[in-house]
């Protein structure tokens, strides 16, 4: 364990995987999800699913891989065998993937902090139209997503004890002030108030059977469930870690960051008169505007630094998905770190070009004729984190039930916290992994895959 590194306090594995959890995910994706699932019913949905869902879910990852002491292949294969073994390399195949067009945003991100902070960005007319011509840019996003790529290297290269603890414990507090900084001032803009109602107040009749997966796929992306990339930091943590505990705490401090970012988000959409149903563009142009109304001065400092914080926010996530497939590397490869990282990054960068050319740049990448006509970017994302990340959550889920069994589950959970044995959580953690979790997941992942691909209106 030791030559491995581990995080050395209980606030610095919480500050790690929340890093983790916090991204893109939060800021850019739940919103925009969020505006074309119905506002407020999908909100309420998303918040079930995460309490009684995905919690037990993430206590579980982490439980393995704290028990394991190892990457997520060799955790499942130590304490699973070998077959199960492969849903360890699934979970790295998910990750190489996620991070593929993650840092095809991170990039847009990146650039949007360098044109509101040196460029002109704030002075442009129309921000939807701006968006449309920035990420067709070759150039810009090249650049811009290789530079993400190549920080998120040097910082996995450091490890996780000084790479990723360090980065997460200044930059969280300080995303949570300018957010709610930011919430203030866009509440008092006209015809905010029609965002609150859109956010806040639900309509159930709008509700489908798309609104439920899509808000369970969320709710496994934002966490960073499903893949292993918690059995991964689980196998840094401490034993004398209470895991309950811990895992409250990020999914808390998770869902804070999308519940503000959305706050944030509709009142502007609503007082810039948008459709809060333009998809992955919506942060992109919508939060300019905002910032454009503060002034030349004011505008570029605030503008500038939220963007800066988005970015750090998505860099402890691209940390989190680079370090799963680089520990089995190091892990089962005996491969050194720094040659795992570079490989890893080279490889994920290429795998992520044809996302960064189908926005509009190419228009073979931009509409796929076997996928709805919809882009590569949307593609990836869809069947790597929407599809694999919950289906991921029923195998591992599965394997608790039946291979592992939740016994040895709960004597792992019983270190750091001797009261948990006997306890009404364990109870509920064990009756939902065993029972709800696998089944519903199950019945979840059926669903979006013939969805996605054949279309449920057809078999109606
Ligand atoms: N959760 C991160 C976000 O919300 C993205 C992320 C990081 C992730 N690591 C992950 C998603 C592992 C799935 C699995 O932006």
Redesign the pocket.
């Known amino acids: 364990m030791d030559s491995r590194g581990g995080f050395t306090s209980r606030i610095g594995f919480i500050l790690a995987a929340a890093g983790?959890?916090?991204?893109?995910?939060?800021?850019?994706?739940?919103p925009y999800e969020t505006g074309q699932n119905g506002g407020a019913a999908f909100l309420v949905i998303y918040l079930a699913l995460t309490f009684l869902l995905c919690y037990p879910v993430m206590v579980g990852e982490i439980a393995i891989g704290r028990k394991a002491g190892l990457d997520a292949y060799g955790s499942y294969n130590k304490l699973g065998g070998k077959r199960w073994g492969y849903l360890g390399l699934y979970?790295i195949i998910?990750?190489i993937m996620?991070?593929s067009f993650?840092n095809v945003v991170a990039g847009w991100a990146f650039g949007y902090f360098l044109e509101i902070s040196f460029s002109d960005l704030l002075e442009e007319q129309n921000y939807g139209v701006y968006f449309g011509r920035y990420v067709v840019d070759f150039w810009d996003n090249l650049i811009f997503s290789l530079c993400f790529m190549v920080i998120t290297a040097f910082i996995v290269i450091k490890g996780v004890q000084k790479g990723i603890e360090r980065a997460s414990k200044i930059m969280m507090p300080t995303l949570f002030v300018i957010l709610v900084a930011l919430i203030i001032y866009s509440i008092t803009l006209p015809n905010a108030m029609d965002g609150i109602r859109f956010y806040l107040l639900p309509d159930f009749s709008e509700i489908t059977l798309e609104t439920l997966y899509s808000a369970m796929g969320q709710a496994?992306?934002?966490?960073?469930?499903?893949?292993?990339?918690?059995i991964t930091y689980g196998s840094y943590v401490s034993k004398n870690q209470n895991v309950l505990k811990s895992a409250a705490t990020i999914t808390l401090l998770?869902i804070s960051v999308?519940f503000l970012a959305g706050l944030l988000i509709f009142p502007l959409v609503f007082s810039q008169g948008q459709s809060p149903e333009q998809g992955p563009a919506l942060v992109f142009v919508v939060l300019p505007g905002i910032f454009q109304t503060m002034g030349p001065v004011l505008g570029k400092i605030v503008g500038g630094g939220f963007f800066l914080l988005l970015c750090f926010?998505?860099l402890?996530?691209?940390i989190?998905?680079l370090e799963?497939p680089v520990a089995y590397f190091v892990d089962e490869k005996k491969i050194p770190r720094k040659i795992s990282v570079w490989t890893l990054a080279t490889l994920v960068f290429i795998l992520g070009l044809p996302s960064m050319l189908s926005q509009g740049a190419v228009g073979a990448f931009s509409s796929l004729s076997f996928y709805q006509e919809k882009s590569t970017l949307d593609f990836v994302s869809e069947v790597f984190?929407d599809i694999s990340?919950p289906l991921g959550g029923c195998l591992m889920t599965f394997f608790i039930a039946t291979r592992w069994g939740t016994h040895k589950m709960s004597e792992e959970l019983s270190q750091g916290n001797p009261n948990y044995k006997g306890s009404f959580y364990e109870g509920y953690i064990n009756f939902t992994i065993r029972y709800i979790c696998p089944v519903l997941l199950g019945i979840f992942s059926l669903l979006i895959i013939i969805d996605k691909f054949f279309g449920l209106e057809q078999l109606r």
Not at 20 to 30: E, H, Q, R, T, Y
């Open positions: 983790s959890a916090v991204g893109l995910g939060n800021i850019w994706k739940f979970g998910c990750g996620i991070l993650y496994f992306f934002s966490l960073s469930l499903g893949m292993g990339a918690l998770d999308a926010a998505a402890t996530s691209t989190s998905l799963v984190s990340l």
